[in-house]
């Protein structure tokens, strides 16, 4: 029987009429505000704006291209084979089922997103250009350099995980009368980090704090290598290769500071300053001139009676492209972004009026999506009481929460599958669990049963773990252009 769908019959049609509009693509925004719908013809000009810079990418022969390739799978499985002692066996195991499933096209995809944020430059839009290396060869192993380098990571006085973090960093600073605030952002900042100063720097301070970490020193080191040196991808019928430029398998953010001027020198110390930021292997800082208040992340920050005090920064451009009510979602998923929105408003915001207003604000933005009044009410006033009972927990007490429900994570089995509105619903797969699995009538309920060393299986908790189908952007968005028109080759004649 065929399923009712949740979209109209001219939705439908005009879906259909985008998908197959051979002149349309329909790309991402940078910074997650949204879709675009650009050109193909205009798609392909803007990311060769990118791969026609010879500093940073080559355009190679897919003869070239597979031999290298054929070269740099020997190559892992030789660093593989020497290291065999170090490098745990689930890892190894996992790096070779990666190079093994991408064996047919173990290309990276180049795509761009478009920083309409910026606005128009010399009559075009900028792009961000982004090299997807799920599907390349090197995936598996730079997963594992991730895993190696992410204490490292965290250990950097720089470090901090999140918005929440940095607020209660800041939220402890007493500042004097002439402190003032501004940031500063790389320009292009990896397609600008040099590899051989990069490896150079990053192989002496991985030796010099060995001993402070668990990683493999020299294991890592050459993994680094070949993966700073080995990315190779395609972008339609385009192979092509990263030159000096890097990827970093750890990701990296501008950053913050607080300044305490001087009157008398400070136009000289600034400009100091800024130049000593200018001048490492190749980055270009853009420093915004010290301000008291600046937007940074998610937050806007300002300096108010000695404090610096936060609220939520949104881009101009945000869509708010939040779920509508016909979307084809379990009913918890409304729940969950309302219960995290408030919550993630009210610890970011200083100040309750502020607060306030952008819960105010996201309410409405879920009206003009198509939710009514009505259904939108009870869940907010839940919400507001959950976020008040987080607020008022103790540091003790939320430790606590999450050593339990880490603890009762180990007694759990996943059921995965994907959502559909018309399937049993997970009440009804619960009962079925329960009735046939976990407590049959009359028999040893599933945790109380032993396995075969004799200790008890310990699950007692199905959850039940639904992906979501298909949606508009899975349709739309589209990273591997190749036959969707012209070949890109034909665009360098």
Known sequence: MKATS??????????????????LLFPLADKGLGPCAVSYDQYIEDCLIHLKNQECYSLISERDAKLAIDLLEDDIEKWLKKYKHQVDGMHAKYILKHMASVSTSPFGQFYVLYKIHKG???????????????????HGLGKWVNEMLTPVQKAQQSYFQDSFELKKMLDGLELPPNARLFTADATSMYTNIKTEPALAELSEYLREKSNEFSYPCEALIEALDLVFRNNYFKFGDLYCKQISPCRYPCGGRGGIWLLYEDPLVNDQRWNDFTLDMNGWNGLEWV?????????FMDLTIRIENGRLVTTIFEKAQNLYLYIPPHSSHPKGVLTGLIFGQVLRIRRLCSLSTDADEKISQFFERLQHRGHTTASLVPLFSRAEKNASRFINRSTEDIDRLKQKKWIDSRKQIYFHLQFHPENPSSRAIQEIWKKHVSHPPKETPLSQMKNLDNERVGFSKLVVAYSRPLNLQNRFSVRDIHGRGKEVSKYLA
């Open 6 to 23: 949740n979209l109209l019959p001219y939705q439908e049609r005009i879906m259909e009429s985008l998908l197959n509009d051979p002149n």
């Open 120 to 138: 128009m430059k010399n009559g075009r839009w900028p792009t961000r250009p982004v090299c997807s290396d799920v599907s390349s060869l090197t």
């Open 287 to 295: 420093c915004e001139k010290p301000t008291t208040t600046v937007n």
